[in-house]
């Protein structure tokens, strides 16, 4: 075994190293981070969606007892927005882009007396209508958003060839971002020395911006988030309520922490956005793919920009010679929407997998053999062969467990007593996704390991699964192992998410131990006391900490022998990541894969709907800890179900106000909503990174939507085309 592989603990789901802390209350999230003489900051939001302030009053506010001031427009200082970094910052102008807009902030000695007091700011504004309507003329348009737009083949040829077609319009609502945790900034200045506490997945994006912002010196800026209580997208942004308590701390001179309330988190912190996507599939009698065409629209924000790219997963999910994939925005008086689980391809694959769905029954096919019979061998747009795809053994390995032969394949012919029974399946591809990453290890006298980089662990287990592939790579146990990250001081790390920081993090990793083992080989290179003289790391093998030489039983050294020997106190050693280029190593990324079989049954005069039972099955290559992936699918999957039957965030038409602001309006699954979840991993290590992983943060989500609707219709024959699917629309 060598210290390029991985060995005992990596595959074993081992509990989480972080847990007992969090059920202690010992572990410190950002809400608990406090200073000596900290003062509190609460927000004053705008009333209206559209307009500019004409005047505002802040006299009673400072007045009120224990305030230390008030920043709105009229005294903010002139702060540089970063490109490709931050929103527009805060308090910059009189301009109002949407409802709850931030339109000033009160500081005190206490959070009771902030809130207090910013309820005596008093605002006068010239209104103007708001745009909040897709189809509303006056909103601006943005074609191809990103340049990402794809075509391969002629569309309108094989639209016109196919023997079968599929014409329909799907849509989407607001979801809104609920993590268990407030999001909370807490800010000190020493000097020019900002030391930040942010509920954020990028500790380095967060000090970029802050710096860029405040022009001082990105070392001089640290910023702490070792635990976060909850983000699935929300924590990739700079949001303006950082910069506020970030520029109130240094206004006044004082700590300052900033929490948000539930109705700031709709407005202040981004959504999933809406969407409207027109798609229309053809395909051959026997049920071969034709030919595709997506069309998809989701609003922007008036002043900044979100990358929700909804058609992006649709070239690459099937072979099929014509696709085309199109997406563009329109400007709206709505709050920044964000990424958000899954974000754009959670979307774009309910279209995409209720279409099929609809075109299975069209040529009068199984919706499962239409996905396998469609399956690309190839990626579909380069042609190169993938580094691996599953997608097929996902299917027909999860259809078995499920049970799918059981299914009749005539709508509404299957009943539980009173109730409408129905199947409904969904293939999941989700892109490819890695950035560079750089990480540190050291082991030192005592014969413990520290490893280290900038990024964080958002509930996904990234201590855990970092620390038990450090454990195998140095040959030591998980007590001998600590894992440091969410410091933006430590080496640097790309933001969680987009199933791309178990990758990059843990080919880091990899190549940080690797550089460490080697570190200690060449210690002992010329030692004539060693028994590794002369080795190479092809040479040995690492366990119980000690490097052995392969093939040579009782010939081995411990780490700290070599450091006593040599009167060291630690080696250390860094290592990075970072991805090839597919058409330099001849394969194209494939990122993971999944299908979801779903279970729902219908009452027929209520229109009640309850998901009886769902089996994920999950192509995420090498899984590190079965234990904490197949946590990170079920939360997933009852993301998914809130997506299919509950979420929607509710603006009023008139005013842009979220009418729906609060967890007592917005309904989001609870125990009663989840039936028993099926997780199986299927497939094997990708070949396109040495440790052989994919990631399987979004394909939890992605996939459930579908897979109930298409259940939905099999148990109604009433096709529900919009989501949420609420009695309503089924009715």
């Keep these: 075994m060598t210290a390029l592989e991985t060995r005992r603990l990596v595959g074993a789901g081992v509990d989480r190293v972080d847990g007992p802390r969090k059920v202690t209350g010992a572990a410190p999230y950002p809400n608990d981070a406090s200073f000596p003489d900290v003062a509190h900051a609460a927000l004053v939001r705008s009333t209206i969606a559209a307009g500019r302030i004409r005047g505002i009053s802040i006299g009673r506010a400072e007045a009120a007892p224990g305030v230390l001031g008030v920043i709105t427009h009229c005294n903010a200082p002139k ?76 569309v309108a040829t094989g639209l016109e060839a196919a023997a079968v077609r599929v014409e ?76 506020l308590a970030v520029l109130a701390a240094r206004t006044f001179g004082r700590p300052v922490k900033l929490v948000l309330t539930r109705p700031q988190m709709f407005t202040g912190m981004g959504h999933r956005p809406s969407t409207v996507q027109h798609l229309t599939v053809a395909a051959t009698r026997m049920g071969e793919l034709i030919a595709i065409d997506h069309r998809a629209t989701s609003p922007a924000a008036m002043r900044d920009d979100n990358l929700e790219p909804v058609t992006i997963g649709t070239p690459e999910a099937y072979a099929c010679l014509n696709v085309a994939a199109r997406d563009q925005q329109k400007r709206l008086n709505i709050p920044v929407p964000t990424v958000m689980r899954a974000p754009g391809e959670a979307q774009g694959n309910f279209a995409l997998e209720s279409a099929l769905d609809e075109l299975s029954y069209a040529v009068g096919l199984d919706p499962l053999e239409l996905r396998l019979r469609n399956y690309a061998q190839t990626h579909p747009q380069s042609g190169l062969p993938w580094s691996s795809n599953a997608l097929r053994e996902c299917c027909r390995q999860g259809a078995e467990r499920f049970g799918w032969s059981r299914r009749t394949s005539r709508p509404g012919s299957m ?67 600590r894992f440091d990250l969410g410091d933006s001081d430590l080496p640097p790390a790309p933001t969680q998410g987009g199933s791309g920081l178990t990758a990059a993090l843990g ?19 010329d030692d004539a006391g060693s028994p590794l003289r002369g080795c190479a790391l092809g040479d040995v093998t690492v ?80 899984i590190l800890n079965p234990k904490t992936a197949r946590s990170q699918i079920i939360g997933g999957t009852v993301g998914g179900i809130g997506m299919a039957l509950l979420e929607e965030t509710t603006t009023d038409p008139g005013t842009g106000r979220i009418v729906n602001a609060t967890l007592a309006d917005y309904l989001v699954p ?62």
């Design 507 to 525: 080919n880091a990793v990899h190549a940080a131990c690797r550089q460490l083992v080697q570190a200690f080989l060449d210690q002992v290179a």
């Design 79 to 154: 702060l540089e927005r970063r490109p490709g970094r931050s929103l527009t910052p805060p308090l910059q102008d009189d301009h109002i882009a949407h409802h709850g807009q931030y339109v000033g902030v009160v500081v005190a000695e206490t959070p009771e007396q902030a809130a207090m007091a910013a309820r005596l700011v008093e605002v006068d504004y010239v209104t103007t209508e708001p745009v909040l309507d897709l189809d509303d003329p006056r909103a601006e348009l943005i074609a191809n958003p990103w340049g990402w737009d794809q075509q391969r083949g002629d």
């Design 670 to 731: 609870v125990n009663a909503d989840i039936p028993d979840l099926e997780v199986i991993f299927v497939g094997e290590p990708d070949r396109f990174n040495p440790i052989g992983v994919k990631g399987v943060g979004e394909v939890g989500l992605m996939g459930i939507a579908a897979a109930i609707a298409n259940a939905v219709f099999h148990a109604t024959g009433r096709r529900i085309r919009s989501l949420p699917i609420t009695l309503e629309r089924l009715l």
């Design 415 to 481: 009943r539980d007593g009173q109730w409408l029974v129905g199947y409904g399946m969904a293939g999941v591809n989700y892109a490819w996704w890695q950035e560079p990453c750089q990480a540190r290890a050291s082991i030192g006298r005592d014969g413990t390991a520290l490893v280290a980089s900038a990024a964080t662990d958002i509930g996904t287990g990234t201590y855990t699964v970092m620390t038990q592939l450090s454990a195998d790579l140095l040959g030591l146990d998980l007590d001998h192992i």
């Design 168 to 243: 329909a319009t799907y849509t989407t609502s607001d979801n809104t971002h609920n993590p268990l945790g407030l999001f909370a900034t807490v800010a000190f200045w020493d000097g020019d020395h900002l030391t930040v506490h942010d509920c954020t997945q990028w500790p380095r994006g967060v000090r970029a911006t802050l710096a860029g912002m405040f022009g001082v010196p990105e070392e001089n800026v640290r910023v702490l988030v070792p635990y976060v209580g909850g983000a699935f997208g929300a924590g990739r942004m700079v949001w303006p309520h950082v910069i």
């Design 543 to 622: 366990a119980g900490g000690r490097i052995h030489r392969t093939g040579r039983p009782g010939c081995s050294e411990a780490y700290t022998d070599i450091l006593a020997r040599h009167g060291l106190d630690q080696l250390t050693a860094d290592g990075g990541s970072a991805p090839p280029k597919p058409e330099d190593v001849g394969m194209a990324a494939a990122g993971p894969y999944a299908a979801k079989f779903a279970e729902v049954h219908v009452d027929p005069d209520l229109g009640l709907i309850r998901v009886a039972r769902v089996v994920s099955a999950i192509d995420g290559g090498r």
